[in-house]
């Protein structure tokens, strides 16, 4: 299994950013598939989810209206499409999955142990 996360960069606040994440080794459609983040000193923190079940996405109240995340079955990608960044969205991103099927069909979408594979992360600055 791998998740290969990019797009990370430097950008002005009010700016936008899109992460890219290329997943292979397992059966993408049937995953939860997850973005996190992780600024200096901080816990990782969950950003945004996508269901297996019907497609639909999940998102932290700091990101909401902000940020879209989005998957293609077909190319087995998942984006997060980032906009009106200020610098409190600074630091380094992570794709995830998880396979629901471990735990029953149901899992926390924001909790990080609930996903079993994490990309290496992608650094996001966000300057002032």
């Known amino acids: 299994v791998q998740l290969q996360a990019s797009g990370g960069g430097l950008v002005q606040a009010g700016g936008s950013l899109k992460l890219s994440c290329a997943a292979s080794?397992?059966?993408?459609?049937?995953?939860?598939l997850g973005w996190f983040r992780q600024a200096p000193g901080r816990e990782r923190e969950a950003v945004s989810s996508?269901?297996?079940?019907?497609?639909?996405?999940v998102y932290a109240d700091s990101v909401k209206g902000r940020f879209t995340m989005s998957s293609d079955d077909a190319k087995n990608m998942v984006y997060l499409q980032m906009n009106s960044l200020n610098p409190e969205d600074s630091a380094v991103y992570y794709c995830?999955?998880?396979?629901?099927?471990?735990?029953?069909?149901?899992?926390?979408?924001?909790?990080?142990?609930?996903?079993?594979?994490w990309g290496q992360g992608t650094q996001v600055t966000v300057s002032s």
């Open positions: 080794g397992f059966n993408f459609d049937e995953y939860v």
């Open positions: 996508i269901s297996p079940y019907d497609g639909s996405t």
């Open positions: 995830a999955a998880a396979d629901p099927g471990l735990r029953g069909g149901s899992y926390d979408w924001d909790q990080a142990p609930t996903y079993d594979y």
